[in-house]
């Protein structure tokens, strides 16, 4: 008999995930689920309770940040465990991107589980779409402002972020 994969979740409070729902008129749940079992995971990061991912417009364009070889991605980061969602996105925004946000708005909600070999990770992600009206200061994650961003990203979570933000 195989031993069952662990399994590491990690999710907000029960009254975080109410408290968005009620501000936000609507917006429906997508899961994301992605086989890693090649793979080890790397758990080497502080506690978190989510992930954001921020479709930030500028004057340029929407910003993108590298993630891998010839690789475009939304701007995405980790909430830690003691955070407000919305201010970690303000945070991960400025920090992680150089990017300072003048406003955000919830656009949707994400379960997303990667299975790895011996473990599966479950996470939800939120997705803001937010208004700068600077270019990005410099910074270890440089972005670059595309006029049509979906012709860049090739993930599944950067391109639903993106059609989830496109009517904010």
Same mark, same amino acid.
């Given at each position: 008999?195989?031993?069952?994969?662990?399994? #590491?979740?990690? #999710? &907000?409070?029960?009254?975080?995930?109410?408290?968005?729902?009620?501000?936000? &008129?609507?917006? @429906? =749940?997508?899961?994301?689920?992605?086989?890693?079992?090649?793979?080890?995971?790397?758990?080497?990061?502080?506690?978190?309770? !989510?992930?954001?991912?921020?479709? =930030?417009?500028?004057?340029?364009?929407?910003? #993108?940040?590298?993630? +891998?070889?010839?690789?475009?991605?939304? &701007?995405? +980061?980790?909430?830690?465990?003691?955070?407000?969602?919305?201010?970690?996105?303000?945070?991960?925004?400025?920090?992680?991107?150089?990017?300072?946000?003048?406003?955000? @708005?919830?656009?949707?909600?994400?379960? =997303?589980?990667?299975?790895?070999?011996? #473990?599966?990770?479950?996470?939800?992600?939120?997705?803001?779409?937010?208004?700068?009206? @600077?270019? !990005?200061?410099?910074?270890?994650?440089? =972005?670059?402002?595309?006029?049509?961003?979906?012709?860049?990203?090739?993930?599944?979570?950067?391109?639903?972020?993106? !059609?989830?933000?496109?009517?904010?």
């Amino acid at each position: 008999m195989s031993t069952p994969p662990k399994i #590491l979740i990690e #999710l &907000p409070a029960a009254d975080e995930i109410d408290d968005l729902a009620i501000t936000t &008129p609507r917006f @429906e =749940v997508r899961k994301f689920e992605f086989d890693r079992r090649d793979e080890k995971a790397d758990l080497r990061y502080p506690p978190c309770k !989510a992930q954001v991912v921020i479709v =930030v417009k500028g004057p340029k364009g929407t910003a #993108l940040a590298p993630c +891998g070889k010839e690789a475009w991605c939304v &701007p995405s +980061g980790m909430v830690g465990s003691a955070e407000e969602i919305p201010a970690a996105a303000k945070r991960i925004a400025k920090e992680g991107f150089g990017l300072y946000l003048r406003s955000i @708005e919830l656009a949707g909600m994400y379960d =997303v589980i990667w299975h790895y070999a011996g #473990l599966t990770v479950k996470r939800l992600h939120f997705a803001y779409a937010a208004v700068t009206e @600077e270019d !990005a200061a410099p910074s270890r994650n440089a =972005v670059q402002f595309f006029i049509r961003p979906e012709e860049k990203v090739k993930d599944e979570i950067s391109m639903a972020a993106l !059609a989830d933000c496109k009517e904010k």
